[in-house]
């Protein structure tokens, strides 16, 4: 399991892109819990459908556990709810 912490946000999400690049080996299914993140904006949930694109690319999936109402919220207001969190849109 992966545990990124802290801010999921423009300011951020490149280095944490770059610092999980490694969690998607091939056919590896990647956990990512997300319970200490203390806040996210756009760019958070950008990299979040990155983290799901680079494991279905490995041969993977990804799954997110624990996500704050925060970024459940956005998720939910980008129409992401199903991509996601596998819930149906307004659900997320």
Do not use: K
Request: aromatic residues 6%.
């Amino acid at each position: 399991m992966h545990a990124p912490t802290g801010a999921l946000s423009f300011d951020s999400v490149t280095a944490l892109l770059a610092g999980s690049r490694g969690w998607f080996a091939p056919g590896a299914d990647v956990v990512i819990d997300l319970a200490g993140v203390t806040q996210a904006d756009s760019a958070g949930v950008a990299l979040m459908v990155e983290w799901l694109r680079l494991a279905r690319r490995a041969g993977g999936r990804a799954e997110f556990r624990n996500v704050p109402a925060q970024v459940r919220n956005l998720i939910a207001v980008s129409g992401l709810g199903e991509a996601l969190l596998g819930a149906a849109p307004g659900r997320a």
